[in-house]
């Protein structure tokens, strides 16, 4: 996958999480992007995917955890 393509995605990703309420800063889209370049190769799409899959849930559990503690 080109950077372009790569940073579209990215970019799109971002949007549709910023729909659901939360803020992605731009360092931290600078660094999914970092992380993509780095290990897909290594790791494949699927291993990279599952890694932001699990970042994601886990935000949303900190997210259910605070609403609970309030």
């Known amino acids: 996958m080109g950077d372009e393509r790569l ?3 990215v970019d ?3 949007g549709n999480i ?3 309420g939360h803020d992605i800063p731009k ?3 600078y660094l999914i992007l970092k992380t993509f370049k780095k290990y ?3 790791l494949g799409d699927e ?3 599952s890694l932001l899959y699990g970042l994601v849930e886990e ?10 503690k309030k």
């Open 18 to 20: 910023e729909i659901e």
């Open 27 to 29: 360092d931290e889209k």
């Open 40 to 42: 897909k190769n290594r």
């Open 7 to 9: 940073e579209k995605k």
């Open 59 to 68: 935000i949303k559990f900190e997210d259910e955890e605070n609403v609970r």
């Open 47 to 49: 291993a990279i995917d």
């Open 12 to 14: 799109s990703a971002i």
